[in-house]
């Protein structure tokens, strides 16, 4: 199909999927309703029926990747600030999602971010520098705390992200 009911833009096995499928829904005008008793269920199966070409983690971080050149615009930064190596990897040819956006006249992120979901903290974009914190003196040294100052609306300082 090429519509909003399109597969899920050439993504291996499984991861992201789940999350490529409610951004196209949310942002290029399908609904997504929440119905009262109604019920979601997940199977798992002992063994994974399929193998994942070239390990688990690297298919989904292409799954992952995939969904943030297609659907994430600027706010991509973000996740590979979360995601790191990510950035640098394959994620092939995503030409067919951004001509499906356009086709199906999608939204922005920001428009997903700022109608569908306001209330998420989101970092901003504008920020002096990231990376990670050390104190030498106490030997603290964390990969996992990303720094970014907040120039926005005159304001300074920094944010330190989990």
Known sequence: SSGINAEY???????????????????C?????I???????HIFRLKNPVSFPGGTSNTVNRNNKRLAEAWMDEYKEIFYWYSPGIEHKDAGDVTGRLNLRERLGCKSFKWYLDTVYPDLFVPSLDYLGKGALSNPASNF???????????????????LLP
Not at 9 to 15: D, L, Q, R
Not at 35 to 41: A, D
């Open 9 to 27: 833009g050439e993504m291996s096995i499984w991861g992201g999927e789940n999350l490529e499928m409610s951004f196209r829904l949310w942002m």
């Open 29 to 33: 005008g399908a609904r997504l309703e």
């Open 35 to 41: 119905v009262p008793c109604s019920r979601v269920g």
């Open 141 to 159: 040294v964390s990969g996992h705390i990303r720094c970014s100052g907040s120039l926005s609306h005159g304001e300074s300082g920094v944010i």
